[in-house]
């Protein structure tokens, strides 16, 4: 199985909203991504973790909050968004978090903030 | 109206030809590149990768060319399919201030395949 998997597909939330999106894998992966991408334009991290454990936010603002409960599940918890946050957001992993680790893209949660 | 930054750079070829698509990375110091196709409404695709220390690779009609003197990779694609038309992306992987396996990608070639 190389599939990582996204709930929702679509989400639309006001900016008062409280949401969460969702990512697995069952690979054994042990490095969890989020990235965010803009129409036309190439994904960008936000976050990563490597075994459970967060080892790289990218200044993402703190209406974003990651949480990866186990080494198969990764959440991005969204809270008071702002129109300027609707993207499609990219959950990825990799068997690894050293550099040469291929990585794995879900496909995606398409995120309209109203 | 249109706006700046809107427009993907685009590759336009007939059905059966060689695509090559081109991409030149900032970081001298990146060990692993990895070429993703991205098709609408979808996410990144594994294509083919290639390591610092080789220059060429080939995988099932695609070869991948490193060329780190100029900071240069490219992505052949032979005989373009229809299937083929996507947005493509180059990707480097550096250890950035020590960071792991942090991707930056490059801002992608649309190939669009005429039949």
């Known amino acids: 199985d190389t599939e990582v998997t996204q709930t929702p597909k679509h989400l639309v939330m006001g900016m008062t909203n409280k949401k969460s999106l969702k990512c697995e894998q069952h690979m054994g992966h042990r490095a969890m991504y989020w990235y965010k991408q803009k129409a036309k334009k190439p994904p960008e991290l936000m976050f990563v973790?490597?075994?459970?454990?967060?080892?790289i936010n990218e200044s993402v603002p703190s209406r974003f909050s990651p949480e990866c409960p186990n080494s198969s599940l990764l959440n991005l918890h969204l809270h008071a968004l702002q129109p300027e946050d609707s993207a499609l957001y990219l959950c990825a992993s990799s068997q690894k978090s050293k550099t040469g680790a291929q990585q794995y893209f879900g496909p995606g949660t398409r995120l309209t903030v109203t | 109206g249109e706006s700046v930054g809107l427009h993907l750079p685009t590759l336009s070829v007939q059905e059966g030809d060689n695509s090559i698509i081109n991409c030149a990375y900032s970081n001298s110091a990146s060990d692993y590149f990895i070429w993703y196709k991205q098709e609408s409404g979808k996410g990144p695709q594994f294509i083919i990768d290639i390591r610092s220390n080789m220059d060429k690779r080939q995988g099932q009609r695609v070869t991948v060319l490193l060329n780190k003197t100029v900071k240069h990779l490219s992505l052949q694609i032979a005989a373009t399919q229809p299937g083929d038309s996507a947005v493509y992306f180059c990707a480097e992987n550096g250890r950035y201030g020590g960071a792991t396996n942090k991707l930056i990608f490059g801002t992608g070639t649309l190939l669009a395949v005429q039949p």
């Open positions: 973790y490597s075994y459970e454990k967060l080892s």
